[in-house]
């Protein structure tokens, strides 16, 4: 396995509202002999707010955080999939449109920066299930999950547009996503099928209507407890959010007992891997992942 070096954008939910998701990332790094170096200069994406409020900016900002990818010349790597979808298409635009990238460069030559397009942008699943490779992590296996049933959850920004996500991750049909069964399965564990994994979680629309929002979070949890699920795991930040918190609130709303711990992707890779429970963060869940901790 040669050495992979990666640009890696935390984005800010990795850094502040989910540290657990940085250093289970870092731990699954170390243990794969994966380098990845953090971009400390970069700002957050605009969660897909600011992109309401102000394209234009929002393309400059996000221009400037893969500024600082390109100066590293690694690929550069998202935990969250609101910040790979917004960064996509951020890069799409300009890479697409001369005239355009000219005026966002106008306002990044203010900072010293220019954008050129030359470093990819790919989530973390992906450096792991295709850079990495799936049968090299399974022979790096030191605690096989062999016992639990595990539900993927896609969220949406991950595998879409369709066509963002076919061109960034080739080997996967947006339509019908594989990755976090075939990344399950080489940890040894049993993957759940089910229709909500690649539903909406409902975050980006809890405040304009909660009741929707945990009806959406409430649905896919359910459809997986009732597929036999014992965990939930999820490669985005802001899912994982909602679907840890919102199990009391998405339940009342539904009339069901919702109770199932909800993993970072990075987390469920680093437990496999022989990293303890207190060094990837679970005791900070608010739904306790007891049997993972015991």
Do not use: W
Not at 112 to 129: D, M, P, T
Not at 137 to 156: D, H, M, Q, R, T
Not at 181 to 195: C, M, T
């Amino acid at each position: 396995m040669s050495n992979l070096k990666y640009a890696l954008y935390t984005g800010c939910t990795a850094k502040e509202s989910t540290p657990e998701l940085l250093s289970s990332t870092l731990a699954v790094g170390e243990k794969l002999g994966i380098e990845l170096h953090i971009l400390e200069e970069a700002s957050c994406c605009g969660a897909s707010h600011l992109q309401d409020f102000d394209p234009f900016l929002s393309d400059v900002l996000n221009a400037r955080n893969i500024c600082y990818a390109e100066k590293t010349g690694y690929t550069m790597v998202t935990l969250c999939n609101t910040c790979q979808i917004n960064l996509s298409l951020t890069k799409e635009k300009l890479d697409s449109d001369d005239v355009y990238k000219a005026k966002v460069n106008k306002k990044l030559k203010e900072t010293g920066l220019e954008y050129k397009g030359s470093v990819a942008i790919k989530h973390f699943l992906y450096v792991l299930v295709d850079d990495y490779g799936t049968e090299n992590i399974k022979a790096k296996v030191e605690v096989p999950l062999s016992e639990y049933n595990i539900a993927p959850f896609y969220g949406c920004h991950n595998i879409r547009p369709s066509h963002l996500h076919a061109q960034n991750n080739g080997k996967e049909n947006p339509y019908r996503p594989t990755s976090l069964e075939r990344l399950i399965e080489s940890l040894e564990g049993v993957s759940v099928e089910y229709a909500s994994k690649n539903k909406c979680c409902g975050f980006h629309v809890d405040l304009q209507a909660p009741n929707t929002s945990n009806t959406l979070t409430g649905n896919a949890l359910v459809d997986a407890i009732d597929n036999n699920a014992d965990i939930v795991v999820t490669p985005c930040p802001l899912c994982h959010l909602n679907m840890d918190i919102k199990q009391e609130s998405a339940g009342k709303l539904l009339g069901r007992d919702i109770n199932i711990p909800v993993l970072h992707m990075p987390q469920m890779v680093a437990l496999a891997l022989g990293c303890t429970p207190k060094e990837i963060g679970l005791k900070y869940h608010i739904t306790k992942a007891k049997q993972l901790i015991s």
